[in-house]
């Protein structure tokens, strides 16, 4: 669905607006928000209106554990910009209720201000703040504790729609404890009624929720079945070592996100590569790692998922995964094949960003121990840049893309530091090629 903001000098219907956002830190002054929900309320707090999407921050997407989101997620997301005069249509007029308010509203104003605009002083209620008033023997004022204190149901928090509509039935188990409007909620609408907001340009706007990624996720067809799609059958190229060393290198991290799909798609046209040889390319490859499973002669279950997930990315049949595992059995493993060969070398250059699960401070020394420079920055001398998501739009991501730096997952990284650092071009660690 489609919603147009209209600028309007109609009076506002006096109500509430329950808001929640969820963002990637803690700080108005460096942090953004990636989801915001707002559920409209009349005066007797009843739902009238909803509105949720995810937002694209244009930097690195934050505490991921925390808010679930993911860097692909916003990737077609809406920025704040776009989204800016629905929240001031959807907000004007109204109260702004929300669990810890003081939060939101610091965010909303810091975000409103990027653009340009300046917010008034907003009239708004905290459930955080009333909670004690209107429930009792409440162990703790958290969202939760709330909730499971007034007997409302919160199921998926930290999502922005689920929290809002949470603080929108806590507003009215409030408000029938009371039995009436209280006189201090009545001023405040009142006070929110006469509140001068500014206006922006009408603009359509295509909300990206969780639902629709979920649902987009469920029917999308892997990056590399797409690219088999996009090249006529019959190629010029006869070689597709150069494709195999990047799709190694792709795979690495077990994922293929938009710009390496791109990557591997142009590298593949200046190879005069082929769809019916790229496809025996990615069966190649799939063989290449079937071998590699096979060489202490057990296929682990760990193994055997790995193979599934890589065919999986390959755009390849999942029967091929019981196909290469029969074929590979006793075969020689081929070191002409690259599987997931990428070595570091002393001296080299790497940057880390994003909120890794493993501290910052804690990898910059495995890092530094391991003989890896560590850098601030992102510059032509830089090896490769450690993300906590792949798909990242923080500056260093955005920059080591512009430079063809590559970027490496956390969980890569870590796992190439285990294989240990090379002193020379041609050892990994301390073996010989």
């Known amino acids: 669905m489609r919603w147009l903001s209209r600028a309007s000098s109609a009076a506002p219907v006096q109500g ?64 704040f910009e776009q989204v800016a005069p629905m929240l001031l249509d959807l907000l004007r007029g109204r109260v702004i209720v929300a669990h810890n308010v003081q939060f939101d509203l610091r965010f909303l104003h810091a975000e409103f201000a990027r653009i340009g605009i300046g917010l008034p002083e907003l009239p708004a209620m905290c459930t955080m703040q009333l909670a004690p008033q209107y429930l009792r023997h409440l162990p703790a004022r958290s969202l939760a ?35 009436q409007l209280p006189a201090e909620w009545a001023q405040t609408l009142a006070d929110a009624a006469r509140t001068l907001w500014p206006t922006l340009p009408s603009v359509m706007t295509q909300p990206m929720t969780r639902e629709i990624v979920a649902r987009n996720r469920a029917q999308d067809v892997p990056f590399l079945a797409r690219l088999v799609q996009q090249l006529p059958r019959a190629g ?113 250059a790497v940057c880390i960003t994003g909120d890794t699960a493993t501290p910052r401070d804690e990898l910059e020394v495995r890092a530094a121990n391991a003989g890896l420079r560590v850098t601030s920055a992102v510059s032509r001398k830089t090896r490769l840049v450690v993300v906590a998501d792949p798909d990242s739009e923080s500056a260093k991501a955005r920059r080591a893309r512009e430079l063809g730096i590559p970027l490496i997952a956390e969980p890569v990284f870590l796992a190439m530091l285990d294989r240990g650092i090379s002193r020379h071009p041609g050892e990994v660690g301390n073996r010989s090629l």
């Open 16 to 79: 509430f607006a329950a808001l929640d956002m969820e963002t990637t830190g803690l700080s108005p002054r460096i942090d953004r928000v990636v989801e915001v929900a707002v559920i409209q309320l009349d005066r007797s707090v009843s739902p009238c209106g909803e509105f949720t999407t995810l937002i694209n921050p244009g930097r690195d997407i934050g505490a991921t554990h925390i808010h679930r989101i993911t860097a692909r997620d916003v990737v077609s997301a809406p920025r």
């Open 145 to 179: 504790a709330c909730c499971l204190t007034a007997g409302v149901q919160l199921d998926g928090a930290h999502a922005a729609a689920v929290d809002a509509r949470a603080v929108a039935q806590l507003l009215a188990c409030y408000l029938r404890t009371g039995h």
């Open 236 to 348: 010029t190229g006869t070689s597709v070592e150069a494709y195999l060393a990047a799709l190694d290198s792709v795979l690495e991290d077990r994922r293929v996100t938009a710009t390496e799909a791109e990557s591997l798609r142009d590298l593949a046209v200046s190879l005069g590569v082929g769809a019916d040889a790229l496809i025996a390319a990615h069966q190649m490859y799939l063989r290449a790692l079937a071998v590699t499973a096979w060489a202490d002669g057990v296929i682990s279950d760990a193994e055997y998922a790995d193979l599934g997930e890589v065919t999986r990315l390959l755009g390849l049949p999942a029967t091929a995964v019981n196909t290469e595992l029969a074929a590979a059995r006793g075969m020689t493993p081929q070191m002409n094949l690259p599987v997931n060969g990428r070595a570091l070398h002393v001296g080299e």
